[in-house]
């Protein structure tokens, strides 16, 4: 009588008692199991219980890290000559090669357009690819997609969920969608590690911004993928919530998850990421090791606050490339930190013989951001 209401309240109760009778019929079939084995002569267990059992082996505990692959060293994404052209011609991809690491937190960055969705979604198999193979932990996208798709979670940059719906009965049904028997012990885990156990009764549409992308990644994290992509994961939310987010993507990658994080907030790539990729017009234009990438790429400014303006460089200082700011007040020397010697010993001595005083000096170093805008606009 219930599949015949037309209110929403009649819809999820329906839903949840679904859930209920599905979780009753396997606690049924187990209980069942473990009699049957009881009762099996000379304590030899039955063919049933046995196939349980095996199951249950080959199922191993949830997000452990693979025996036989160390993290950062072997791709457990493997991306090769990818190519993607939509039906009016434009062409999102252009021979993609990417390699991730497994065990690794990957940044991919890049301007609005580049690319990144297009092969988020083409790796995840929503988007079919024009040309290139991708395989996931050895399983091809395309030819052996339901293993591929099992591997992987993703957590896309819109809200899209269920409002009526509670929190409980939806990662219920997302992991169920794997084809995943109920695991109660598990996806209470997940809860608990997201701060939303004691929400697990209400309503989607109920909890805050915040909470409803944590309720995102529960779900994505329902099957167990071994691999979370995570589409710009904190646009939107407050800077609290953000730090908060940061701390359970650290969670997600010391459990055994590989992390493949798009931000448009470039401190947050700088604050999480082993490695980053940098994608422009549907072309990788670099993937290095973030700590490498800041030490090669990165520029040091020594910045000194004079006591007198200057009008114009003096004919002494033209070989330092020094640079006038902020109306002649400060002299700005950019350095490279990664040659034998900076220059600023032979630039202070050059100043003394100028005649030139300054008053306080400081340094900065430049940022990703300041990497990501600069190989971009060489790109362009």
């Known amino acids: 009588m219930f599949l ?8 999820l109760e329906h839903k949840q008692e679904i859930f209920m009778i599905y979780e009753r019929f396997f606690h049924a079939y187990y209980v069942g199991c473990k009699k049957s084995c009881a009762l099996t002569s000379c304590g030899a267990k039955s063919a049933l219980h046995l196939k349980l059992e095996n199951h249950s082996k080959k199922r191993g505990t949830p997000m452990q890290k693979h025996p036989s692959m160390p993290p950062y060293t072997q791709p457990i994404i493997r991306v090769s000559n ?5 039906g009016g011609g434009f062409q999102a991809l252009k021979n993609i090669d990417l390699e991730i690491r497994q065990g690794e937190i990957f940044a991919l960055l890049g301007p609005n357009g580049a690319g990144k969705t297009t092969l988020i979604s083409t790796i995840c198999g929503l988007v079919n690819p024009s040309g290139g193979q991708v395989s996931v932990d050895g399983h091809d996208i395309i030819t052996d997609f339901r293993a591929a798709r099992k591997m992987i979670g ?10 009526f719906s509670s929190v409980w009965t939806t990662i219920s049904f997302s992991r169920g969608l794997f084809g995943k028997k109920p695991d109660r012990a598990y996806l209470e885990k997940v809860l608990k590690d997201l701060t939303l156990w004691d929400k697990k009764d209400n309503p989607i549409m109920t909890l805050s911004g915040g909470m409803k992308r944590r309720v995102l990644i529960a779900k994505a994290l329902a099957h167990e993928p071994r691999i979370l992509f995570l589409d710009e994961p904190t646009a939107g939310v407050d800077v609290e919530l953000r730090r908060d987010m940061w701390e359970i993507v650290r ?24 490695r980053v990729g940098i994608i422009n017009k549907g072309e990788i234009v670099l993937v290095d090791d973030k700590d490498n990438l800041m030490r090669q790429l990165g520029r040091k400014q020594l910045i000194l606050d004079l006591h007198q303006p200057l009008d114009s460089i003096p004919p002494e200082l033209a070989d330092y490339g020094v640079e006038i700011a902020d109306n002649g007040q400060q002299l700005i020397y950019t350095y ?34 300041d990497i990501f805008v600069d190989l971009v606009k060489n790109t362009t």
Not at 154 to 163: C, I, R, S
Not at 254 to 273: C, D, F, K, N, R
């Open 4 to 11: 015949q209401t037309s209110s929403y309240r009649g819809l």
């Open 82 to 86: 990818l190519s993607k052209t939509y």
């Open 154 to 163: 993703l957590v896309p940059q819109e809200l899209a969920t269920d409002a």
């Open 251 to 274: 969670s997600l990658r010391s459990s055994g998850v590989t992390i493949i994080l798009t931000t448009h907030y470039i401190e947050e790539a700088q604050e999480m990421a082993d």
């Open 336 to 369: 490279d930190t990664t040659g034998e010697r900076t220059g600023i010993t032979k630039l202070l001595q050059a100043l003394s013989e100028s005649g030139i005083r300054f008053q306080d000096l400081n340094t900065t170093k430049s940022s990703l951001e």
